[in-house]
């Protein structure tokens, strides 16, 4: 196994796919981290009177978390893309039969290539990390950002909605055997259909969750709902007066949609969700290659 991982290692090493798509990520992750974060300042500009009457000061409200995570959720578009040529690529290109005939057996093949491929979900997702980051400080001015408790705990989630998007990009391409689509499946559902339909579901749909039960929904909902869950407990801890049911479930409607995840059910339950999805698309991906005519 120790063998077929460092194989697996050096194949992706020797190519140039993970920097070709890591560098995007970074990209992607610093700018619209840095656009984001000048957004929630103007806002934050915008409602000062409101906050003082509440007795909040706005430099006092990191605002900057929801920068972060709406940055961190886009740039999973890359890890995801990553993972989905893992396989396809190779069924394609027929180069997975060599593989598959000098190894032990199929499962070994495929589970090294699970590790090596969740490694590289957590170093796409550190280095998104550090790029929404330096994004948000860049674009805040006063380097404003969450306590760097809450900031961790942003970054943490943030990493792991990374290594499961890797993962189920990994078994789309797995079940569908073909890049081309499963990158046209994955990233018309991740950029345009996902995002559009939990949009319509929770305009349409007042109060409900269901647009949080959606894969794309459940992996902005890992990350929104922590960042609006800090924002609330910080807000909370800077006003005299505590708030009612009724306002905190409109506060988590307000801040889960500014993070980019309308609808989404609280962290540990999104996470929990989006964990099976990845599950159900991983190993469906996996048994369909153990049987897969590679002839």
Known sequence: ???????????????????????????????????????????????????????????????????????????????????????????????????????PNRASVLGAKAVVYTVWGMVYGAVVAVAASLGVLIGTGDGTLPETSDWMIILFTGIIACVLWTLLGMGVGALLGSPVAALVVLLLYAALVGPVSELIITLSTEGSN????????????????TAAQLLFDQ????????????????????????????GAFSMWISGLIFLGWTALFFVTGMLRNQRRDIT
Request: no cysteine; net charge negative.
């Open 235 to 262: 807000i909370q801890s800077l006003t005299p007066d505590q708030p009612t049911p009724e306002q905190r479930e409109d506060f988590d409607t307000i801040a889960r949609a500014g993070a980019g995840a309308p």
């Open 210 to 225: 269901v647009a949080g039960l959606m894969p794309n929904g459940s992996a902005n909902g890992l990350t929104g709902s």
């Open 1 to 103: 196994m120790s063998r077929l991982i460092k194989a697996e290692f050096r194949k992706i090493l020797t190519t140039k796919m993970w920097w070709a798509l890591l560098i995007p990520a970074v990209a992607l992750a610093l700018g619209w981290a840095w656009l984001s974060a000048i957004a929630f300042t103007d806002v934050a500009t915008e409602i000062e009177d409101a906050l003082d009457l509440a007795g909040v000061n706005d430099a006092e409200l990191s605002l900057s978390s929801l920068a972060l995570t709406r940055a961190m959720n886009f740039a999973t578009l890359f890890p995801m893309t990553f993972g989905a040529l893992a396989l396809a690529s190779e069924i394609n290109r027929r180069t997975i039969t060599t593989s598959f005939l000098t190894a």
